[in-house]
């Protein structure tokens, strides 16, 4: 397959890598010194089972010079999508499939504003990796899970192209009859995740031994599950018990993207997260009083330093 990495992040890039050991045509788009590193020495992964690298296809910071491809990959910051997704246009085909892997429940939507809805997938992704240098992406523990599908869930050719890639090159991509409930149910766990960590300024294990922070987690988590069901999404009854359990089995340094980004002065995606759940809160009409907390505790670093 022809397949884009927009942009070449930790998710991207962790994909470009798998991919492109099978021999996939990968084309990588990336800037400034990242784009450097990859096109001189290839894009590393290093994995906890070894470091891995690939020289791909094409790598660019200019769309125009990749053409039409059958899949992208798109992986940003939540405040790049619309810079981002117009970036993706000269690589449309008519059957091209953008697959949406964001922070949040409102990436598929937001594409769908940009680039053509018939080209527009729906996904969430659960791995964790970064960029650690220029031109390598590491990731943290051996878990990973890619899943996606059509925005209505219809049967799809280029769905199974896509999902068969990434199972052959090794990547856990499972099927599912609900993308929707999916991307929700990880929304559940990470808008208390990223509002947490970030807001406390700690981890997980801060949050399973100091029993307030506990507490407070657990409401969050109950915020964003009425959320989802007001919206009409099919959340598992016991959602709020299976994300308090997941919980309980994560690494105990965890902390959210959101807190690690605080802690280097980056700008914070928060209107997609915690601010996401403000604005939800609103349109369906059930309050969502702890997730508004956590998001104007936040504002202030919402540009970074």
């Known amino acids: 397959m022809k397949i884009a990495t927009v942009a070449t992040g930790g998710i991207g890039g962790f994909l470009a890598v798998k991919l492109g050991l099978r021999g996939h045509q990968v084309a990588t788009i990336a800037r400034g010194a990242h784009l450097e590193a990859i096109s001189k020495n290839g894009l590393v992964l290093e994995a906890p089972n070894g470091k891995f690298t690939v020289h791909p296809w094409i790598a660019t910071d200019n769309p125009e010079q990749v053409g039409e491809v059958d899949a992208i990959i798109f992986g940003v910051k939540g405040d790049d999508l619309e810079r981002a997704a117009r970036a993706c246009l000269p690589m449309l085909g008519a059957d091209t499939v953008v697959v949406p892997f964001l922070n949040g429940v ?95 300024r700690c981890r997980i294990e801060d949050i399973m031994n100091i029993q307030e922070l506990g507490a407070l987690f657990q409401q969050v988590v109950s915020e964003t599950a009425a959320l989802g069901r007001a919206s009409g999404v099919a959340l598992d009854d016991d959602i709020e018990a299976k994300t308090w359990q997941i919980a309980q089995t994560l690494p105990s340094t965890m902390r959210a993207s959101t807190a690690i980004d605080l802690e280097h002065g980056r700008p914070l995606e928060i209107e997609w997260i915690s601010g996401a759940a403000a604005r939800l809160s609103e349109s369906v009409g059930v309050d969502a009083p702890i997730n508004k907390a956590l998001y104007a505790l936040l504002l202030p670093h919402k540009h970074g330093r």
């Open 106 to 200: 409102e990436a598929s939507d937001r594409l769908a504003k940009i680039i053509p809805e018939g080209n527009v997938a729906n996904g969430m992704a659960q791995v964790s990796t970064t960029i650690s240098a220029p031109g390598v992406i590491t990731q943290t523990g051996e878990f990973n899970r890619f899943v996606f599908a059509e925005r209505d869930n219809r049967p799809s050719e280029r769905i199974d192209a896509l999902r068969q890639a990434l199972t052959d090159a090794g990547v856990s991509a499972p099927e599912t009859d609900d993308v929707e409930r999916d991307v929700w149910s990880k929304f559940v766990l990470f808008s208390a995740m990223s509002g947490v960590t970030a807001a406390g």
